[in-house]
T-cell receptor
Framework: KNQVEQSPQSLIILEGKNCTLQCNYTVSPFSNLRWYKQDTGRGPVSLTIMTFSENTKSNGRYTATLDADTKQSSLHITASQLSDSASYIC???????????FGAGTTVTVRA | GAVVSQHPSWVICKSGTSVKIECRSL??????MFWYRQFPKQSLMLMAT?????????EQGVEKDKFLINHASLTLSTLTVTSAHPEDSSFYIC???????????FGPGTRLTVT
């Protein structure tokens, strides 16, 4: 069973609208959680990184939240643009061996 | 900063031949580099971890004789797919560990198609 679960698997939104992606994890011991954006045929690009003590982190129109107690994170995209169409991947790092656990990703499609 | 490049970005080869993929950290030294493969609509799967000057550590189920990894310098790691078969067709992504091992910077990926 994957230690990082993302939902929804995919979503379609209209340009200008907001959306929220979810990530639940069971990875332990926890070091940090990152959200990546991966365009088709490209490598992942880091959006945000949060450690245990951080509850929220913003990067432009992207805002990530973390609840380390419930082991949940969300990524909120505000005022979506066509260029936001991509796969968004939640990645959790273990603190004992630095291994990354990847979620399966949420595919976001923004339509005009 | 923290730029990682891969070469080539895409390659087509015939079954039975070998293909080498390069991963370079352009503006920092990476003691540790990682190699991943990604199938369509799936997440990244770690293949191996390489440390400069030592043998790579392969994940369970990854054939080390088929996927040869060399990390001869602090800025370059190579992955050679030997005797490639169509089932090796995939998207291969490398990442380089930053000053803190909790950071990894990903390359743009290499699309391998074996015909």
């Amino acid at each position: 069973k994957n230690q990082v679960e993302q939902s929804p698997q995919s979503l379609i939104i209209l340009e200008g609208k907001n959306c929220t992606l979810q990530c639940n994890y069971t990875v332990s011991p926890f070091s940090n959680l990152r959200w990546y954006k991966q365009d088709t045929g490209r490598g992942p690009v880091s959006l945000t990184i949060m450690t245990f003590s951080e509850n929220t982190k913003s990067n432009g129109r992207y805002t990530a939240t973390l609840d380390a107690d419930t082991k949940q994170s969300s990524l909120h995209i505000t005022a979506s643009q066509l260029s936001d169409s991509a796969s968004y991947i939640c990645v959790v790092t273990r603190s004992n061996d630095y291994k990354l656990s990847f979620g399966a990703g949420t595919t976001v499609t923004v339509r005009a | 900063g923290a730029v990682v490049s891969q070469h080539p970005s895409w390659v087509i080869c015939k079954s039975g031949t070998s293909v080498k993929i390069e991963c370079r950290s352009l503006d920092f030294q990476a003691t540790t580099m990682f190699w991943y493969r990604q199938f369509p609509k799936q997440s990244l799967m770690l293949m191996a971890t390489s440390n400069e000057g030592s043998k790579a550590t392969y994940e369970q189920g990854v054939e080390k004789d088929k996927f040869l990894i060399n990390h001869a310098s602090l800025t370059l790691s190579t992955l050679t797919v030997t005797s490639a078969h169509p089932e090796d067709s995939s998207f291969y992504i490398c990442s380089a560990g930053g000053p803190s091992l909790y950071e990894q910077y990903f390359g743009p990926g290499t699309r391998l198609t074996v015909t």
